[in-house]
């Protein structure tokens, strides 16, 4: 009799590894959206309480689905609630507009500090998911950490020009496509640096 396990836990893995993708998409625009239709609803003070609740949610799944714990989205929700914290403490929306600057060059001079000081953090943050020459994760680490000082001053731009409802919906609608745009156009380096399985 043909033992039929081992291929249908196979499919089982692909299928779940096809669908990981979008479900992470799904946890980062997901506390967004929440926090643009919150304060487009009811203000910036509950959308506040609104986005910390969801990122708290995001990251809780977020560890379920990779069974690890993600560094960068926990990062980002001690920030929020952080930051979320004094808003609502103080009725401030200030703190809540700075948090993505703050994140942003906290990531880029973790990204520098490691290429000054020869390590690479990017690899120690995604060596599970990409399997890439050292010289790959020179080249990407040193794009992601201009990428995020370009978005803190996006950030800082959006937020000191503009009213508090277009910053909360250029988060969703222009920040978030932005990063998804500039991650998928590493894919050439990716695939030039990714390392060969050996036969």
């Given at each position: 009799m043909i033992d039929q396990t081992e291929p249908r836990a196979e499919v089982a893995a692909e299928t779940k590894a096809d669908k990981a993708p979008f479900l992470r998409l799904a946890l980062e625009a997901g506390p967004l959206l929440l926090f643009f239709i919150a304060n487009q609803t009811a203000g910036i003070m509950p959308a506040t309480a609104v986005f910390m609740v969801a990122t708290v949610v995001a990251v809780v799944l977020s560890i379920r689905l990779e069974r690890r714990w993600p560094i960068?989205?926990?990062?980002g929700c001690v920030f929020v609630l952080v930051f979320g914290g004094l808003t609502l403490w103080l009725a401030d929306d200030l703190f809540i507009k700075l948090k993505p600057t703050v994140v942003n060059l906290l990531f880029a001079a973790i990204l520098f500090t490691g290429i000054a000081t020869g390590r690479n953090f990017l690899k120690l943050m995604m060596g599970t998911v990409f399997e890439l020459t050292d010289q790959g994760w020179r080249i990407l680490t040193w794009r992601w950490a201009v990428f995020f000082v370009v978005l803190a001053v996006i950030n800082e731009i959006v937020w000191r020009s503009f009213?508090?409802?277009?910053?909360?919906?250029?988060k969703l609608f222009g920040i978030l496509p932005l990063t998804l745009a500039f991650a998928m156009a590493q894919m050439p380096v990716l695939l030039r640096h990714q390392v060969k399985p050996v036969d």
């Open positions: 960068m989205p926990m990062v009213s508090t409802e277009f910053w909360a919906g250029f």
